[in-house]
């Protein structure tokens, strides 16, 4: 995974490509609740006025989300060229679909 996030993180900075690739996605930054360590990763959304959410893909395979069950946590977002504060959500439907719901701090 790590190749493959260094390869989307450098095309979404890509003069060319970037401003393309920022409309379906950002970076997350969080901070692990066991680890306490600050990890970022890509990640595909859909934005909505001050809320984004973000549709975690082969969710078993992926670890990053387990942070936001329950109350969920902190989080920061980067859209519009700026890093953005919010508190995330994570949700599992009764499908084994999980969706992150970051709410946007004004």
Excluded at 6 to 22: K, N, Y
Excluded at 31 to 38: I, K
Excluded at 88 to 99: E, F, H, I, L, P
């Amino acid at each position: 995974m790590g190749r493959f996030n260094t390869c989307v993180l450098t095309l979404r900075s890509s003069p060319r490509w970037g401003r393309l690739v920022q409309r379906h996605l950002t970076v997350i930054t969080y901070t692990g609740r066991r680890s306490g360590r600050t990890f970022s990763t890509p990640v595909g959304y859909r934005r909505t006025a001050g809320t984004v959410v973000i549709g975690v893909r082969l969710p078993e395979a992926k670890n990053w989300w387990r942070n936001f069950l329950g109350d969920g946590g902190p989080v920061s977002l980067h859209l519009d060229g700026v890093d953005r504060p919010g508190h995330a959500v994570a949700r599992r439907d009764d499908r084994g679909r999980v969706t992150v719901t970051v709410a946007l701090d004004s």
